[in-house]
Protein backbone atom coordinates (compact mmCIF):
# COMPACT_ATOMS: atom_id res chain seq x y z
CA UNK A 1 0.00 0.00 0.00
CA UNK A 2 2.19 3.00 -1.33
CA UNK A 3 1.96 5.91 1.30
CA UNK A 4 1.78 9.84 -0.28
CA UNK A 5 3.40 10.59 -3.20
CA UNK A 6 4.81 13.73 -4.06
CA UNK A 7 6.70 15.25 -6.69
CA UNK A 8 8.66 16.69 -7.71
CA UNK A 9 10.67 16.26 -4.79
CA UNK A 10 12.78 19.06 -5.52
CA UNK A 11 12.08 21.85 -7.95
CA UNK A 12 13.65 24.89 -8.97
CA UNK A 13 12.67 28.03 -10.59
CA UNK A 14 13.68 31.69 -11.44
CA UNK A 15 11.63 34.27 -9.72
CA UNK A 16 8.39 35.12 -11.77
CA UNK A 17 8.12 31.67 -12.64
CA UNK A 18 5.21 29.28 -11.97
CA UNK A 19 5.80 26.07 -9.68
CA UNK A 20 3.41 22.81 -9.74
CA UNK A 21 3.47 20.71 -6.85
CA UNK A 22 1.48 17.77 -6.90
CA UNK A 23 0.17 15.27 -4.54
CA UNK A 24 -1.40 11.94 -4.33
CA UNK A 25 -3.01 10.67 -1.50
CA UNK A 26 -2.90 7.51 0.13
CA UNK A 27 -5.72 5.01 -1.55
CA UNK A 28 -8.93 5.51 -0.26
CA UNK A 29 -8.32 8.58 1.32
CA UNK A 30 -10.46 11.76 0.25
CA UNK A 31 -9.03 14.67 2.41
CA UNK A 32 -5.91 16.60 1.13
CA UNK A 33 -3.78 18.87 3.33
CA UNK A 34 -1.15 21.42 2.29
CA UNK A 35 1.33 22.80 5.07
CA UNK A 36 4.69 24.58 4.19
CA UNK A 37 7.70 24.28 6.25
CA UNK A 38 9.93 26.96 6.53
CA UNK A 39 13.61 26.87 7.48
CA UNK A 40 14.02 26.23 11.31
CA UNK A 41 10.58 26.72 11.96
CA UNK A 42 7.28 24.04 12.16
CA UNK A 43 5.04 23.28 9.64
CA UNK A 44 1.89 25.71 8.61
CA UNK A 45 -1.16 24.58 7.50
CA UNK A 46 -2.20 26.25 4.31
CA UNK A 47 -5.66 24.28 2.83
CA UNK A 48 -7.55 21.48 3.10
CA UNK A 49 -9.41 19.98 0.27
CA UNK A 50 -11.68 17.21 -0.23
CA UNK A 51 -12.31 15.97 -3.63
CA UNK A 52 -13.33 18.84 -5.73
CA UNK A 53 -13.97 21.30 -2.90
CA UNK A 54 -12.13 23.51 -0.73
CA UNK A 55 -13.04 23.29 2.99
CA UNK A 56 -10.69 25.78 4.46
CA UNK A 57 -8.11 27.78 2.72
CA UNK A 58 -7.39 30.24 6.06
CA UNK A 59 -3.69 29.27 5.58
CA UNK A 60 -3.42 30.19 2.01
CA UNK A 61 -1.99 33.95 0.80
CA UNK A 62 -3.98 35.58 -0.59
CA UNK A 63 -2.30 35.92 -4.06
CA UNK A 64 -0.86 33.86 -6.54
CA UNK A 65 -1.60 30.82 -4.83
CA UNK A 66 -3.87 28.60 -5.25
CA UNK A 67 -5.25 24.43 -4.61
CA UNK A 68 -7.23 22.14 -6.16
CA UNK A 69 -8.03 18.36 -5.55
CA UNK A 70 -10.34 17.75 -9.01
CA UNK A 71 -12.36 14.18 -8.98
CA UNK A 72 -9.93 12.34 -10.63
CA UNK A 73 -6.26 12.91 -10.53
CA UNK A 74 -3.76 14.23 -7.82
CA UNK A 75 -3.81 17.63 -5.69
CA UNK A 76 -1.69 20.42 -7.22
CA UNK A 77 -0.43 23.52 -5.46
CA UNK A 78 0.25 25.95 -8.01
CA UNK A 79 2.47 29.09 -6.96
CA UNK A 80 2.36 31.81 -9.82
CA UNK A 81 4.99 34.17 -10.50
CA UNK A 82 7.21 32.75 -7.16
CA UNK A 83 9.30 35.07 -5.20
CA UNK A 84 12.56 34.44 -3.42
CA UNK A 85 10.49 33.92 -0.19
CA UNK A 86 8.33 30.84 -1.38
CA UNK A 87 11.06 28.57 -0.89
CA UNK A 88 10.34 26.55 1.53
CA UNK A 89 9.51 22.58 1.87
CA UNK A 90 6.39 21.55 0.94
CA UNK A 91 4.37 19.08 2.76
CA UNK A 92 0.99 17.22 1.15
CA UNK A 93 -0.61 14.86 4.02
CA UNK A 94 -4.14 12.87 3.53
CA UNK A 95 -6.51 11.25 5.53
CA UNK A 96 -9.49 8.35 5.12
CA UNK A 97 -12.33 11.37 6.43
CA UNK A 98 -13.76 9.38 8.63
CA UNK A 99 -14.15 12.48 11.15
CA UNK A 100 -17.71 12.98 10.43
CA UNK A 101 -18.72 12.77 13.97
CA UNK A 102 -17.63 15.24 16.58
CA UNK A 103 -14.96 13.56 18.86
CA UNK A 104 -13.38 11.29 15.85
CA UNK A 105 -9.79 12.31 15.14
CA UNK A 106 -8.71 12.19 11.26
CA UNK A 107 -4.90 10.68 11.20
CA UNK A 108 -2.90 12.21 8.59
CA UNK A 109 -0.11 10.70 7.02
CA UNK A 110 2.25 13.18 5.38
CA UNK A 111 4.13 12.72 1.95
CA UNK A 112 7.87 13.43 1.66
CA UNK A 113 7.61 16.74 0.60
CA UNK A 114 8.48 19.28 -2.60
CA UNK A 115 11.71 21.32 -1.83
CA UNK A 116 11.08 24.52 -4.11
CA UNK A 117 14.16 26.59 -4.28
CA UNK A 118 13.58 29.98 -5.87
CA UNK A 119 16.51 31.51 -7.50
CA UNK B 1 1.61 35.13 20.80
CA UNK B 2 2.55 31.83 18.88
CA UNK B 3 -0.41 29.26 19.59
CA UNK B 4 1.94 26.21 20.19
CA UNK B 5 5.69 27.06 22.00
CA UNK B 6 8.28 24.61 21.44
CA UNK B 7 11.57 24.77 22.50
CA UNK B 8 13.73 24.59 18.93
CA UNK B 9 16.78 22.75 21.15
CA UNK B 10 19.04 21.75 19.71
CA UNK B 11 19.20 18.61 22.89
CA UNK B 12 22.08 16.35 22.59
CA UNK B 13 21.76 13.33 25.52
CA UNK B 14 23.73 9.93 25.54
CA UNK B 15 22.63 6.91 24.49
CA UNK B 16 20.22 5.13 27.00
CA UNK B 17 19.18 8.64 28.90
CA UNK B 18 15.47 9.61 29.32
CA UNK B 19 14.11 12.33 26.96
CA UNK B 20 12.17 14.77 27.84
CA UNK B 21 10.22 17.14 25.10
CA UNK B 22 7.79 19.85 25.67
CA UNK B 23 5.05 22.06 24.47
CA UNK B 24 2.79 24.74 25.68
CA UNK B 25 -0.03 25.66 23.67
CA UNK B 26 -2.19 29.01 24.50
CA UNK B 27 -6.07 27.87 22.90
CA UNK B 28 -7.71 25.79 25.14
CA UNK B 29 -9.81 24.68 22.14
CA UNK B 30 -7.42 21.90 21.18
CA UNK B 31 -9.05 18.63 21.70
CA UNK B 32 -5.78 16.16 20.23
CA UNK B 33 -2.71 15.77 20.64
CA UNK B 34 0.02 14.52 18.49
CA UNK B 35 4.03 14.07 18.75
CA UNK B 36 5.56 13.47 14.94
CA UNK B 37 9.18 12.42 14.45
CA UNK B 38 10.89 13.71 11.22
CA UNK B 39 13.85 12.38 10.39
CA UNK B 40 16.23 15.39 8.02
CA UNK B 41 14.96 15.81 4.05
CA UNK B 42 12.06 13.29 5.11
CA UNK B 43 7.92 14.24 5.63
CA UNK B 44 6.67 13.66 9.28
CA UNK B 45 5.55 10.51 11.04
CA UNK B 46 2.87 10.10 13.26
CA UNK B 47 4.35 8.89 16.88
CA UNK B 48 1.77 9.42 18.71
CA UNK B 49 -1.86 10.86 19.78
CA UNK B 50 -4.00 11.60 22.76
CA UNK B 51 -7.22 13.50 23.41
CA UNK B 52 -7.06 12.73 27.04
CA UNK B 53 -4.95 14.57 30.20
CA UNK B 54 -3.05 11.52 31.62
CA UNK B 55 -0.63 9.39 30.43
CA UNK B 56 -0.64 7.06 27.16
CA UNK B 57 2.30 4.87 26.60
CA UNK B 58 3.66 2.90 23.70
CA UNK B 59 6.80 0.88 24.03
CA UNK B 60 9.78 3.20 24.67
CA UNK B 61 7.48 6.17 24.17
CA UNK B 62 4.87 8.01 26.41
CA UNK B 63 3.34 11.03 26.02
CA UNK B 64 1.55 13.14 28.95
CA UNK B 65 -1.09 16.08 28.32
CA UNK B 66 -1.76 18.32 31.02
CA UNK B 67 -4.93 20.43 29.76
CA UNK B 68 -5.07 22.53 33.08
CA UNK B 69 -2.03 23.86 32.49
CA UNK B 70 -1.84 23.89 28.66
CA UNK B 71 1.29 21.39 28.60
CA UNK B 72 2.00 18.62 26.48
CA UNK B 73 4.61 15.99 26.67
CA UNK B 74 6.84 13.71 25.47
CA UNK B 75 9.15 10.81 26.98
CA UNK B 76 11.41 8.70 25.35
CA UNK B 77 12.79 5.78 27.35
CA UNK B 78 16.07 4.14 26.68
CA UNK B 79 17.00 6.58 23.99
CA UNK B 80 18.86 5.57 20.68
CA UNK B 81 20.85 6.92 17.96
CA UNK B 82 18.27 5.81 15.48
CA UNK B 83 16.27 8.33 17.77
CA UNK B 84 18.26 10.79 16.73
CA UNK B 85 15.46 13.61 14.78
CA UNK B 86 13.19 16.80 15.09
CA UNK B 87 10.22 16.10 17.00
CA UNK B 88 7.11 17.57 16.05
CA UNK B 89 4.41 18.42 18.63
CA UNK B 90 0.87 19.21 16.62
CA UNK B 91 -2.65 19.61 17.57
CA UNK B 92 -5.91 20.04 16.36
CA UNK B 93 -9.37 21.70 17.35
CA UNK B 94 -11.51 18.58 15.28
CA UNK B 95 -15.04 20.28 15.27
CA UNK B 96 -17.04 18.50 12.69
CA UNK B 97 -13.95 18.02 10.71
CA UNK B 98 -12.14 20.93 11.04
CA UNK B 99 -8.46 18.95 11.10
CA UNK B 100 -5.87 21.08 10.24
CA UNK B 101 -2.85 20.65 12.51
CA UNK B 102 -1.16 23.74 14.58
CA UNK B 103 2.08 22.41 15.21
CA UNK B 104 5.23 23.68 17.03
CA UNK B 105 8.52 24.43 15.92
CA UNK B 106 10.34 21.17 16.40
CA UNK B 107 12.96 20.08 18.68
CA UNK B 108 15.80 18.78 17.34
CA UNK B 109 17.29 15.85 19.09
CA UNK B 110 20.71 13.86 18.93
CA UNK B 111 21.37 11.35 20.34
CA UNK B 112 24.99 10.16 21.09
CA UNK B 113 26.49 6.48 21.23
Redesign the interface.
Known sequence: NAG?MQNPRHLVRRRGQEARLRCSPMKGHS?V?W?RQLP??????MV?LQKENI??E??MPKERFSAEFPKEGPSILRIQQVVRGDSAAY?CAS?P?T??S????????????T?LTVL | QKEVEQDPGPLSVPEGAIVSLNCTYSNSAFQYFMWYRQYSRKGPELLMYTYSSGNKEDGRFTAQVDKSSKYISLFIRDSQPSDSATYLCAMSISNFGNEKLTFGTGTRLTIIP
Request: glycine share 22%.
Open positions: VHYYEEGLKFYIDSGFSGSGLGIHDEQFFGPGR
